[in-house]
């Protein structure tokens, strides 16, 4: 077997590091395909000269694909293999009160971000002593290991347990309301997702709490069904409890900590084609922000904050803002809360003044102008990809497509960024990290599709959230709409079939922190579409195609 260990550190490859042992092999004219006994989802494997790098399919087997013509040297079934891998599928749960988040595994690193007791973070891989997780904001970083624990999300929590009638007395009453905050969210019938699904409740829903787990609350949706939703979907209402039920924590704040601060303005103002509003307060302002639609407002959560004596509204400006709302949201933990009614679907920025004493949030027409958008050329190097029928190699296609991708956003203002503008390798995590030591607002990667049926032909983009990925399944209704803009305007422009959006656990999807599309733009072992495929005008269909569907992301709900 093997160790759960990669020891390799921003996708260098480094051999021997590992052992991955191999069960079974099976050979194609094309490929070898290895089966591994282990959970890997990802496997750099190392043959002599050349290297490659392949999802490998979650099933009860795991295999690899590897071309043929770069294994030089192979270690034969049941015998080890040297290679590194990383583990997926993972998370873990800060610990300890307060815990550095570093870029590199070790205390010499510098520190990029705190993280909170109770947070769940994403891990992308790990070393000895440190895992490399993916924070709330995309970007990634590393934490140690002995203020974590880690959660298998594949596996089914054993401490739920499993009443004659599911969830119906698990965790603690509680009397509030929420509203759903994620577009397509799944009610269960007990305090976990091993529990099957009761109904499914949309963004913007009202729902009644009667009850609450560490992770879940118990809800009564409108039409009186009853069901549980994990927390993170679900933005509690304002609930300011009545002086006399907490007392002294009222205005005069005794029992406040000393770093609370208090907002000393709420400012509403238009200026050119921003409505801008500003908060300013007299210590350093966190918050939080969530979009709810119908009607579309914006909620920010001010953290350690005392609305104090200002007012509880603010008129709008007539163009965008509608008007402003401030509330003390709750005394413990300390939380003031203001919401931003909008005219219609708008774009919004939140920016910190220099001292982080006062935030400007700026409201303005959705535009791709300004936008970080990663492009991502697939394959490359040694690795060709797809070869078509006639020979175009996959990693050409893409190459020469996405740079056209490239200049189209160039020219409408936004900041493309591309993973590769050459002929050359780069790891698959590498692609997914440049994304997010950007802090990309989307990504995509661009592919042609191959199938051993020659008769195959269409275009197809896929995305990932499932629901058994916090981190991801919060950002589905983004990552679902991404997909389905840019698939809308392939379907609509290329002239071949619309095989529709589909979803898949590709490593760029899964490993980028914010929302990323691959799209397979048509079938290189198809004769009819390779011919296309080569075409320099199809090519730039392709290109202007996910450039639209770019902007109507952006600009459209
Ligand atoms: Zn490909």
């Known amino acids: 077997m093997s160790k759960n260990e990669n020891t390799g550190i921003s996708g260098q490859l480094r051999k021997k590091t590992t052992e991955l042992e191999v069960t079974r092999v099976l050979k194609s004219a094309k490929y070898w395909r290895l089966l591994v006994p282990v959970p890997v989802v990802m496997a750099f494997l190392m043959f002599g000269t050349g290297a490659f790098a392949q999802d490998l399919p979650t099933g009860p087997w795991k295999y690899g694909k590897i071309i043929g013509t770069y294994v030089h040297k192979f270690y034969g079934p049941g015998k080890k ?21 570093r870029n590199g595994p070790g205390t010499t690193y510098k520190v990029i971000a705190t993280v909170k007791k109770g947070m769940v973070l994403k891990v992308l891989r790990q070393t000895t002593g440190w895992y490399n997780v993916v924070l709330p904001d995309g970007r990634n970083g590393w934490v140690a290991a002995g203020y974590v624990t880690v959660k298998n999300l594949n596996q089914p929590n054993p401490q739920v347990p499993k009443p004659e009638t599911p969830g119906a007395d698990l965790g603690t009453p509680t009397e509030k309301h929420g509203v759903v905050k994620s577009g397509i969210v799944n009610v269960r019938s007990g305090p976990g997702t091993t529990y099957p699904v009761a109904a499914k409740v949309t963004n913007g829903t009202r729902v009644r709490i009667t009850r609450e787990t560490a992770e879940w609350y118990k809800v009564t949706l409108p039409d009186g069904k009853e069901g549980w939703i994990a927390k993170y979907l679900v933005l509690v209402e304002n609930q300011v409890p009545s002086r006399g039920d907490t007392p002294g924590t009222g205005n005069s704040g005794g029992d ?8 000393t303005e709420v400012r509403v103002e238009s200026v050119g084609e921003q409505d801008i509003v500003t908060v300013n307060a007299d210590a350093t302002i966190t918050y939080t922000v969530y979009v709810l639609a119908e009607p579309y407002r914006l909620v920010i959560d001010l953290n350690n904050m005392k609305k104090d004596d200002l007012p509880e509204s603010f008129a709008g400006t007539g163009k965008w803002v509608q008007g402003v709302r401030l509330s003390q949201y709750s005394l413990e933990p300390l939380k003031a809360r203001l919401v931003v009614d909008l005219a219609r679907y708008l774009s919004y920025k939140v920016k910190y003044a220099e001292d982080k004493k006062s935030i400007r949030i700026e409201i303005q027409e959705p535009s791709i102008n300004g936008k970080t958008i990663v492009i991502d050329p697939g394959h490359g190097g040694y690795d060709p990809g797809a070869i078509g029928v006639t020979g175009l190699r996959e ?7 996405a740079l056209r991708v490239y200049n189209l956003l160039k020219e409408l203002g936004a900041n493309p960024i591309i993973t590769r503008d050459t002929d050359t390798f780069i790891a698959l995590t590498d692609r997914a990290a440049i994304a997010n030591n950007a802090q990309a607002d989307v990504f995509v990667s661009i592919h042609a599709n191959s199938s051993e049926n020659a008769s195959l032909n269409g275009t197809s983009t896929y995305y990932y959230a499932p629901e058994s990925d916090p981190v991801l399944y919060a950002q589905a209704d983004a990552r679902r709409k991404l997909a389905v803009k840019v698939q809308a305007q392939l379907a609509a422009n290329l002239g071949i079939k619309d095989l529709g959006i589909k979803t898949a656990n590709f490593s760029v999807l899964r490993n980028t922190g914010m929302p990323s599309i691959l799209v397979e733009s048509a079938f290189l072992s198809n004769k009819t579409e390779e011919a296309l495929l080569k075409d320099s005008g199809f090519r730039d269909k392709v290109a202007r195609a996910i450039v639209d569907g770019l902007v109507a992301y952006f600009t459209e709900p």
């Open 395 to 401: 990693k050409d296609y893409n190459l020469d497509t």
């Open 256 to 263: 406040i900590p000393g770093e609370a601060g208090r907002l």
């Open 81 to 101: 293999l040297p290679g590194n891998f990383t583990v997926a599928s993972k998370s873990v749960v800060i610990t300890a009160t307060s815990l550095n988040v």
